[in-house]
């Protein structure tokens, strides 16, 4: 974009005023006037939220109904050389993608091609699938209820196998990208064009999206930042730990392949604030806006108040609703949130995977910009997030008991210790409750994972990976008894699929766990994750060879276990 003299000034003067600190920001475009001084105070939480998270680089776009208000990059594109970030290049945008794809079978339904709620296997008879329960249709696939694992490949490498469904389609909720590569599929058949070129046509072109591209490959390596991933990426990361270059990659899968510009971002939510409007016409009708936004089934996976519509999260902010999304790659995070009542919105992505995404920052942004347009007074920006504050420490204070010793934990303040051999080591919060990661090298694998006597009630017990630890309150049983089989499938299973990565197996407390955390459940010759019960996803064990398991499955992906020193 063409920046004026005032903007280019500003910008130099922002910049050089962070540049002293270590923190860049970069206006590429400001519309000042409606939002006079909203910017200023967005721009100093963002550094201290970049500073927080460890964020290498940011882009951030705001817009309303009547276009694109703000477009800001922040830190580094290449953090080796101290590059800049600039506003022209191509972030992708993961499961945001999952937006462009509902509303791209929308369309279709518009044109009499489609009916949500026709069996989906009567438009892909290829579809391998084994189930004892209703038919599955494209309403379930879109709402992430259909009863799929969602980890494997639309096409399993085995052609014998089929997809499992766990139970019935539209009564529960379980993310599931492998729905939405499948809905890709979907879209080419229906449409008669392969995916990125129906993105292109269907929703790039008609909104001005000209600088972005709806499939990632290698060619768009030169106009996207390095980015970047955990050195050490088989364990907790903490928040702070080395990161290294993360490899390139190529998808133009539906559950995620599009890499967009900040500034056409600011386009897609311009169309979302307006209801599926366009600049020149109706992306998708009323009616269609109305089921995109619908919520469909309870998400508590996207937060306790939020639903799923088609393709997009249903929530609420300070009582308006509230359209939005994340997006994970391998080495992006992103958010889009949309203020359907107040007609305003933003996206933003940090170029690293860290185990979070910006949602902190599109939603004070979208605070600031509301207050500004009533006429009120500016939202606090939230506090300083430190990994190191524990709010609660003085639950997990005490003494731990196992058949490996004992786990001592103190306090100080909000500041959580482990006190072993004579050292404390300070306790990092994981992003799920009861998580710690300590800098142990003993404990570093795992995360700390504290257990409570009952949902609210006092913390009587500690694990990390195998290791288990009880206080003298702890009620339960502390003798166990497994298969001998099952002792052979502890170990460490990799894939250098980047999406995969590793997966370790250990016993606790007499059963099966994976990572130390997710409970293994035996279900005929196969085990089901049972963290929560409507995860879709399930382990088998394969070969053994002198008493160890050699590879397992994961909802059909293969991984092949790792010999340790």
């Not at 939020?306 to 999260?313: F, Q, T």
């Not at 990799?494 to 766990?513: A, H, T, Y």
Request: hydrophobic share 40%; aromatic share 10%.
């Amino acid at each position: 974009m063409q920046l004026t003299r005032r903007e280019v000034l500003e910008a130099a003067l922002v910049g050089a005023a962070a540049t002293a600190a270590g923190f860049w920001v970069k206006e590429g475009h400001a519309n000042s006037g409606k939002y006079e001084g909203v910017f200023a105070e967005l721009d100093r939480y963002i550094e201290q939220f970049m500073r927080d998270m460890n964020s290498p680089g940011m882009t951030l776009v705001l817009a309303d109904r009547e276009g694109v208000q703000r477009v800001a990059t922040y830190g580094f594109g290449d953090l080796d050389r101290q590059r800049k970030l600039a506003a022209d290049e191509l972030f992708e945008i993961g499961s945001i993608t999952k937006s462009f794809l509902a509303i791209a079978l929308l369309q279709l339904r518009e044109e009499g091609k489609l009916d949500l709620h026709k069996p989906v296997v009567e438009y892909l008879p290829w579809f391998r699938i084994e189930s004892k329960f209703a038919p599955i249709t494209t309403h379930h696939l879109l709402t992430h209820t259909s009863g799929l694992p969602g980890a494997p490949e639309v096409f399993p490498s085995d052609p014998t196998q089929r997809h499992l469904a766990a139970y019935t389609p539209g009564e529960q909720f379980h993310y599931n990208n492998m729905a939405y590569s499948l809905l890709g599929y979907l879209a080419w058949t229906l449409d008669g064009r392969e995916l990125p070129e129906i993105f292109r046509e269907r929703i790039f072109k008609p909104l001005g999206m000209s600088h972005s591209e709806p499939a990632i490959d290698f060619d768009m390596r030169s106009r996207m930042p390095r980015s970047y991933q955990p050195v050490l990426s088989d364990r907790p990361y903490p928040r702070h730990a080395a990161l290294c270059e993360a490899p390139s990659i190529v998808s133009s899968s539906g559950a995620g392949c599009i890499a967009a510009t900040a500034g056409d971002m600011g386009a897609y939510v311009q169309m979302i604030a307006n209801r599926g409007r366009g600049p020149q016409r109706n992306l998708i009708s009323p009616e269609s806006f109305e089921l995109f936004s619908k919520r469909h089934i309870k998400a508590e996976e996207f937060g306790p108040t939020a639903s799923y519509g088609y393709g997009i999260a249903v929530d609420e902010l300070d009582g308006n609703a509230l359209l939005r999304h994340t997006g994970g790659m391998v080495s992006y995070m992103s958010a889009l949130q949309v203020d359907i009542a107040a007609g305003i919105g933003g996206f933003a992505s940090v170029n690293a995977q860290q185990g979070y995404r910006p949602n902190a920052v599109v939603k004070y942004a979208l605070q600031l910009m509301r207050a500004r347009v009533e006429g009120k007074k500016s939202p606090v920006a939230p506090a300083p997030d430190s990994e190191f504050d524990v709010t609660n420490a003085g639950d997990y204070v005490g003494i731990f008991k196992g058949e490996r010793g004992q786990l001592e934990f103190a306090r100080e303040g909000t500041k959580l210790f482990l006190v072993r051999a004579g050292k404390r080591m300070q306790l990092q919060r994981l992003a799920t409750p009861d998580q710690f990661h300590v800098a142990d090298p003993e404990l570093a694998r795992f995360p700390l994972a504290f257990g409570r006597k009952t949902a609210d009630g006092p913390v009587v017990e500690v694990c990390c990976g195998d290791a288990w630890y009880a206080t003298d309150a702890y009620d339960g049983p502390r003798q166990f008894k497994v298969p001998e089989v099952w002792r052979s499938y502890v170990g460490h299973y990799r894939s250098e699929d980047p999406w995969i990565g590793s997966l370790r197996v250990v016993i606790l407390k007499g059963g099966l766990m994976l990572d130390g955390l997710t409970p293994l459940e035996l279900d005929g010759d196969f085990f089901r994750l049972r963290d929560e019960p409507s995860n879709t996803e399930w382990i088998r064990f394969g070969e053994i060879v002198n008493g160890k398991c050699m590879r397992l499955k994961y909802s059909g992906v293969d991984l092949w276990r790792v010999a340790s020193a």
